[in-house]
C-alpha cells in the first residue's frame, strides 16, 4: 500500500493519471483529506464506487494504528502510534487559548544522546517517512477540539538528522492544497548541525529554527550531549547566525536548567555572551525528570536567579510553562519503551 501522505501533489496526480482519471480527481482526494478531515477513501463520495475501491487497494492515507491515547489534567493529549512494521512513536498535542500545538516526532528513538533525555533510551530505531511525519499532524487533529495551528518538530529524534524527509513534511504542511499552514508557524528544533542549519536556510521555508543548547560551554555540552563533542558551540551560532541573515527570523535557544549542574550564575553568564551574538530568544525549561535517570530539575529559586541574570544581560528570555508531565508528554519525556508501553 502506498502513502498518499508520502507524495508531493504532482506525484499524487501522477499515481491518479495512472488510474486513467483526470488530474482534477486528484485535488478532490485532497480537498477530503486536507479540508474535510475524511481518511477513508470509501466515504468520499463524490467519486464512483469503482474507483473508491481501486483506491483502497491501492493507497493510504493514515498508515497508522493508535495504540494509546493519554490525557494530561492541564488538556494535553499523547498518542502512541504503531506504524505497519511495527514501530512505534509518540506525538502530542498542546492545546492553549491561542493556538492548538502539534509536536511531532521524525525519528524512531534518537542517535543524539543527550544524557537527561528518555527519547534516546534505547538509540535509533529508523527514520520516520516524510507521510509519517505529516500523519501525525492529521491523527492529533482528530484529538483536538479546534483546528491544529502550530505545529513544532521537537518530538523523538533529530529533524535536521533526517532532513529530506523533514523539508518534504514541512512542504506537506504548509501547501495551499495541503496543510495551509503559514510556515510562521512551524518550529523546527535541533541539537545543532551546523551544515543542515545552513542548507535549511537556504530552503524556501522561513520557518522558525530552535536550538537545543542545554550548556554554554563546549566541555559541558560534551557531557551532557555526546553528539556534540565534534561539534563547538561557535560552529551552530555561525550557522544560526546565517540562518537568521537568510530568513530574518530569530533564533529560540532552548536551555534545560538541571539541578546543580547547568543552572548556576557562572553557566547564566556564559549563556548570556553567547546569546548576545544572535537575535535570538532563550526558553528556559524546567526539566521533566525521568525515573530511569539520575537528574533532578533546578530548584525554583536557582531558576528565578537564572533567569533574572539573563535580564539583567538584555537578553530576552521565557520560562517555559510545563505542560503534560503527568503522562510523561513534558519535553524531553518522550520514548517507546520496550515492553511495548508508553513514556
Known amino acids: 500500500m502506498k502513502h498518499i ?38 466515504e468520499m463520495t463524490n467519486l464512483s464506487h469503482e474507483l473508491r475501491c481501486r483506491l483502497a487497494e491501492r493507497f493510504v492515507v493514515l498508515s497508522g494504528r493508535v495504540v494509546s491515547q493519554a490525557h494530561s489534567r492541564d488538556g494535553v493529549v499523547k498518542l502512541l502510534l504503531e506504524w505497519p512494521d511495527g514501530e512505534r512513536v509518540e506525538t502530542v498535542l498542546i492545546p492553549s487559548e491561542r493556538r492548538q500545538t502539534a509536536c511531532v516526532s521524525t525519528q524512531v528513538g534518537c542517535a543524539m544522546g543527550c544524557v537527561f533525555c528518555a527519547s534516546g533510551i534505547g ?39 533526517n532532513y529530506d524527509a523533514t523539508v518534504r513534511a514541512l512542504r506537506a504542511l504548509i501547501d495551499p492544497l495541503r496543510g495551509g499552514l503559514s510556515a510562521r508557524k512551524l518550529t523546527v528544533s535541533s541539537t545543532g548541525l551546523p551544515q543542515a542549519i545552513r542548507r535549511l536556510a537556504g530552503e524556501d521555508l522561513p520557518v522558525t529554527l530552535s536550538l537545543s543548547l542545554h550548556a554554554p560551554t563546549d566541555e559541558l555540552r560534551a557531557r551532557l550531549m555526546p553528539c556534540a563533542v565534534r561539534t563547538p558551540i561557535r560552529d551552530i551560532l555561525d550557522a544560526a547566525e546565517a540562518f537568521y541573515r537568510a530568513k530574518k527570523r530569530e533564533v529560540t535557544i532552548e536551555y534545560t536548567l538541571l539541578g546543580d549542574v547547568n543552572d548556576s550564575l557562572a553557566c547564566a553568564e556564559d549563556l548570556a555572551s553567547l546569546a548576545g551574538r544572535l537575535r535570538c530568544n532563550v526558553n528556559l525549561i524546567r526539566y521533566n525528570p525521568v525515573s530511569s535517570l539520575p537528574y533532578r530539575p533546578a530548584t525554583e529559586k536557582r531558576i528565578e536567579a537564572f533567569a533574572q541574570r539573563l535580564r539583567q544581560r538584555r537578553v530576552n528570555v521565557h520560562l517555559r510553562q510545563r505542560r503534560g508531565a503527568d503522562i510523561d508528554a513534558a519535553c524531553g519525556q518522550l520514548r517507546q519503551r520496550k515492553d511495548g508501553s508508553s513514556g
Open 5 to 42: 501522505l508520502d507524495m508531493s501533489p504532482e506525484e499524487w496526480i501522477a499515481e491518479v493519471q495512472a488510474l486513467g482519471q483526470k488530474p482534477f480527481r486528484a485535488h478532490q482526494i485532497l480537498e477530503w483529506v486536507w479540508k474535510k478531515g475524511v481518511y477513508d477513501v470509501q
Open 123 to 161: 538509540g535509533l530505531r529508523r527514520n520516520c517517512t516524510a507521510g509519517e511525519i505529516v500523519e501525525q499532524v492529521l491523527q492529533l487533529q482528530q484529538a483536538a477540539s479546534r483546528r491544529i495551528t502550530n505545529v513544532v518538530f521537537m518530538g523523538m529524534g533529530e529533524p535536521l538528522a
